[in-house]
């Protein structure tokens, strides 16, 4: 579930500490959150979706993440990433395979 937003299960109400200011982040499309994720682990495949261009879903396959559990890959594509996430990538959810398991 998102907090910010308040998407997914349930809306969790936030406080704000005087007038909500509008941001100036730049939102990113699915095809520039792809390429950074390719820059960042050179020769995977990537495949990202989005509806609103803020919460993501990437299926990423490197050979990288052979004999690593999830949560080290999901680091390594949130390297990649840099200080985006949480920024202009406010969601993403990761499927991060080897080329054997894509299979």
């Known amino acids: 579930m998102c907090v910010r937003c308040g998407k997914g299960k349930q809306a969790v109400p936030l ?6 200011k509008p941001c100036n982040i730049r939102l990113m499309n699915p095809e520039e959150l792809a390429q950074l994720i390719r820059a ?12 609103d261009n803020t919460h993501f879903s990437a299926r ?5 993440f052979a ?6 890959r999901h680091q390594l594509v ?3 990433l840099g200080e ?15 080329p054997e398991e894509s299979k």
């Open 15 to 20: 406080k704000t500490p005087g007038p909500v």
């Open 40 to 51: 960042g682990l050179p020769g995977a495949q990537v495949w990202v979706q989005s509806d």
């Open 60 to 64: 990423v396959v490197s050979r990288e």
């Open 67 to 72: 004999g690593k559990r999830s949560l080290a």
């Open 78 to 80: 949130y390297k990649a």
């Open 84 to 98: 985006r996430m949480g920024r202009e990538i406010h969601a993403l959810s990761i499927e991060a395979l080897t």
